[in-house]
């Protein structure tokens, strides 16, 4: 069965690459293929890292929901589940824990006093049920720069990524300052649109960053499957 699933995991995740790239191929083809004026084509470049940004959280959330699925399939128990992900898991379906009821005034003790059943009650079906249905809520943060991706991977007991997979190729420069820092000023308006001029060469270097990512994070998630890091030891 094991061989079965993780063959299922890499197939699709690896189709889910396989889109992304040819999608971002199609953008990088764009501007050559048009005969835009200089201020479209200007438009285009700044609006075209947005889209490679939501290309590469997309990848983010569909790729460890699918780790997630592939892991739900196993039936495990709680009990099986190793600490991170079980932390994970709690803190993803259980809001509480993070923030529980409180009451400022008598007018909401009814309130308070019903969503504290509802916890309990929910509580108690969890540890009576016998099989853990993780949550596949990935919590990106919108913003999934490296410390925010070592972190998730981190969640699921996985490898995180090192910083330089190359001699002098900073992941973290190339993720944070690169791709986040032009994608949140032309999405959000940081520094004034105006300001922000994207050449040819910042979209090839941010898909080439992508690409690089994205197997990596397919590595880790690989690896971490195959040698059962989601088990407690």
Not at 9 to 27: K, P
Not at 67 to 96: G, K, T, W
Not at 177 to 186: C, D, F, P, T, Y
Not at 194 to 204: A, F, Q, R, T
């Amino acid at each position: 069965m094991m061989s079965n699933e993780i063959s299922i995991l890499e197939q699709e995740v690896l189709s889910d690459i396989d889109e992304r790239i040819n999608l971002m191929s199609r953008i990088r083809l764009l501007s050559t293929l048009y005969n835009f004026s200089e201020a479209d084509k200007q438009l285009f470049l700044n609006y075209s890292m947005p889209i490679i940004y939501s290309i590469w959280e997309g990848f983010i959330q569909s790729a460890l929901q699918t780790y997630i699925r592939s892991l739900n399939r196993l039936r495990l128990s709680p009990d099986d589940i190793c600490d991170r992900i079980l932390v994970y898991h709690m803190e993803a379906e259980f809001l509480q824990f993070k923030q529980y009821p409180r009451s400022m005034n008598r007018e909401d003790q009814s309130k308070k006093t019903e969503q504290k059943v509802k916890f309990f009650v929910k509580l108690k079906r969890f540890y009576s049920s016998g099989i853990l249905e993780i949550n596949a809520n990935v919590n990106t943060e919108s913003n999934v720069g490296f410390s925010v991706l070592n972190r998730i991977l981190g969640d699921f007991n996985l490898a995180e990524i090192s910083e330089f997979p190359l001699p002098r190729y900073s992941l973290k420069v190339e993720l944070d300052q690169s791709l986040l820092r032009i994608r949140n000023a032309v999405a959000h308006g940081q520094d004034g649109q105006d300001s922000v001029i994207v050449k040819l060469e910042d979209l090839e270097r941010a898909i080439i960053l992508v690409d690089r990512l994205m197997d990596l994070v397919f590595e880790s998630i690989k690896d971490g499957f195959i040698n059962e890091s989601y088990r407690k030891r």
